[in-house]
């Protein structure tokens, strides 16, 4: 199959063999169902004038000079809209996603396929062979190579397993796009920080809010703040209430103050709320670095109750490691796990199954001294108290440990602990 490379630059001659150009693009458009590309239109570059020639007037694509099936004067140009891609000019050397390796690669050649009468775009080359390839120096290296006995080989991704990256007009991100749904915030959050800050801005921007919010969740708040900085106050609000509120307080934190101010007034309530409670604490102490989305319920419920009332919470708790109980005065009385919740009879009272000796920290108290009971008891999230012993949120695991192991490593902790 052949290669865009193979095809720039070859002399185009209309059917009387008049030379009118040379070939300096192809543009494709995705039609229906198919995933691939069709290549449409030829663009044909003469004295400095650009032809923009319909593939239905190709005779044929792969020969050493590109015959047209009509005169020059018969040719109504192609008038490509917006939804068409110019595969020299607006792909190569353009970097891109590759959704299964789950990285950022860049183009180097596509290779082109023949269905029926129509050409497709196939696959992308990503590695070394074929950037030699447009250099013309493939076939030279290969045998070089070869009798080295290390052949060169392509680094072909299929190019439904590819995303185009936003930013360096007129490329496009689909959205909503399935694939890139579909990988964890974690892997998203690999993928911004091969991108330059411009295109990792571009890049999130174009995700969904809560897909949005859950990467940024993933990274560290001062690369946060970079990734927000030209993003409207308001898409910025809406990102902060999809987090949790810690990590959104973080992310406030690391903002100019007029900035915060103004994005807390535009947030919901209850979500600034929250976060004005945890932007209350120094950001290393207990309190700082608590979430207030938690799981609790009264020790009057019956097992069935209890589970009810879970469910309704579920959309809003960070971690369901353990399920606090408190009294009327939201004092902490008591705690359980799922398992003994699932485990319990559904009359039985939660009074009956909890566990009343509960191991808290205070709001107060240092990251240190946290990550040190976390450790100790070998727990997923340990709860804050005040004096009165009034539950105010809990410490994950992960936020525990945050400045004690490499921060490579603390972001697989929530995976480790769900």
Not at 198 to 215: N, R
Request: contains cysteine; hydrophobic residues 45%; negative net charge.
């Amino acid at each position: 199959m052949p290669f865009i490379s193979d095809l720039l630059g070859k002399p185009v001659a209309d059917a009387d063999g008049e030379r009118i150009g040379r070939l300096e693009d192809l543009i494709a458009t995705v039609r229906g169902d198919v995933p691939h590309p069709q290549v449409v239109a030829m663009v044909v570059k003469r004295r400095g004038a650009e032809l923009i020639v319909p593939f239905r007037d190709v005779a044929v694509l792969v020969a050493p000079a590109v015959p047209l099936t009509c005169r020059r004067q018969e040719i109504v140009p192609y008038e490509p809209d917006e939804n068409d891609l110019y595969l020299a000019r607006d792909v190569l050397d353009k970097q891109i996603i590759d959704t299964d390796g789950v990285r950022v690669v860049r183009v180097n050649d596509l290779e082109l396929t023949r269905v029926n009468s129509h050409f497709y775009v196939a696959n992308v080359d990503v590695g070394s062979l074929g950037l030699l390839r447009r250099l013309g120096l493939a076939r030279i290296v290969q045998r070089l190579f070869g009798r080295l006995g290390r052949p060169l080989t392509s680094s072909i991704i299929s190019w439904d397993s590819v995303e185009l990256l936003p930013g360096g007009e007129p490329m496009r991100l689909k959205v909503p796009s399935d694939k890139i749904a579909e990988l964890h915030p974690a892997d998203l959050a690999e993928i911004l920080s091969d991108l330059s800050r411009s295109e990792s801005s571009a890049f999130l921007e174009s995700l969904d809010l809560k897909t949005a919010a859950d990467t940024l969740e993933e990274v560290e708040p001062e690369f946060q703040a970079s990734l927000v900085e030209t993003m409207s106050d308001e898409k910025v609000a809406d990102i902060l209430e999809e987090m949790a509120p810690d990590e959104a307080a973080d992310l406030l934190a690391e903002l100019p103050e007029d900035r915060s101010r103004e994005l807390l007034k535009l947030m919901e309530r209850e979500d600034a709320d929250d976060v004005r409670k945890l932007l209350a604490y120094p950001e290393d102490k207990a309190g700082g670095i608590m979430t207030t989305e938690f799981a609790a319920v009264h020790p009057a419920l019956t097992a069935e109750q209890a589970i009810a009332v879970l469910r309704q919470m579920a959309d809003e708790v960070e971690t369901l490691a353990y399920v606090y109980v408190t009294d009327e005065d939201d004092r902490l009385v008591g705690v359980f796990s799922l398992q003994e919740l699932v485990l319990a009879q559904p009359t039985t009272l939660v009074n009956a199954f909890m566990h009343r000796r509960v191991v808290t920290v205070d709001l107060d108290d240092s990251q240190n001294e946290v990550a040190q009971i976390v450790a100790k008891y070998n727990l997923r999230a340990v709860p804050v108290v005040d004096p009165q012993g009034r539950l105010h949120g809990v410490v994950t695991a992960d936020d525990a440990l945050d400045k004690i192991i490499p921060t490579k490593w603390k972001k697989r902790l929530p995976r480790l602990y769900t």
